[in-house]
């Protein structure tokens, strides 16, 4: 299996990449933020793999850093995502912003993805809420404090900043990080007011 490849960035696609590896050229699929973060063809690149192996295929899936990676096997585990969905959300959301959408179960941050909508986009927010330590610690920092708190206090902050307009994945990081900032014995309003300054920063 192939884990990673270093060559020569061939030629950029729509959803794909071509790198040249002595003299053998590999078609990498790769998610739109990987893409936009390559260098010019004729430069060298490098790609953390997932080697994909089928009867009639075998697909190479490309990333920029092995976070990006384990999050493309944490949501393929999810039934109705495949490869292509998988992408698809990596596109449009970070490995922090889909953290925090897991994190909150901000179902609409996640159906942004071209070809996941709202049922699919709720069964991997619900699936993923207890795989996201997975990933590793680094990439869930903001959330794991307040992850412990969620319900009651937290979430009726959180659901006050969405009343006011706020979209759920950010006031659910705004609470987040008011939360670390307070401590655990802050009342609703307060973390309503410190949310609120998080937010105008």
Known sequence: MIASLKGVL????????VVDVGGVGYLIFCSGRTLSNLPQPGEAVRFEVETHVREDHIHLYGFSHAGERDWFRLLTTVQGVGAKVALAILSVLGSEELVQAVAAQDKAAVSRANGVGPKLAGRIVLELKDKVGSIGPSSFEPTTAVSSRAGGDTEDAV???VNLGFPRTDAFGAVARAGQKLGDGAAVDALIRAGLQELSQ
């Open 10 to 17: 061939e030629s950029v696609a729509e959803e794909s990449a």
């Open 159 to 161: 659901s006050a900043l």
